[in-house]
């Protein structure tokens, strides 16, 4: 027997019942579904309370907040500036920079400068560069 003849013989005539009988089997599956993820997340919950109480871990306290106390500003000597080659490198960007941001109206800001890297990639790196670079 086909399905037509089927749920024509279940449900009467089949042009008058298929859109009820789609949204019947659509609705129940969507219950279904939804009604086992809550029930998987209860499950879950349950089981991780059971093992947290098994495994004897204590249970997080908040840390008590004491005021602390303050000390007074102590007046330190700065050091003497030692020129160096680093010096002179800092100098150069400094300057190239406030070069770029001249008659903008903007004021740079340099927060820190580091030395690139000089072309070593890890070696996670390089085996992804050899699978993604490697002929057909």
Known sequence: MDLITLAAKDYGNVAENMGTYGGNVTGSGLVIVFAM???LVI???V???IMSRLSGAPKKEKPKKEPKAVAAPVAVAAPAPVASEEDDVIAAI???VMMMYEGTGKTPVIRSIRPAAKGVRSAWGMAG???NTRPF
């Open 37 to 39: 993820l809550v029930l």
């Open 47 to 49: 089981f991780g309370m």
């Open 43 to 45: 499950i879950i919950s």
């Open 129 to 131: 560069v050899m699978n």
């Open 94 to 96: 400094s300057a190239a």
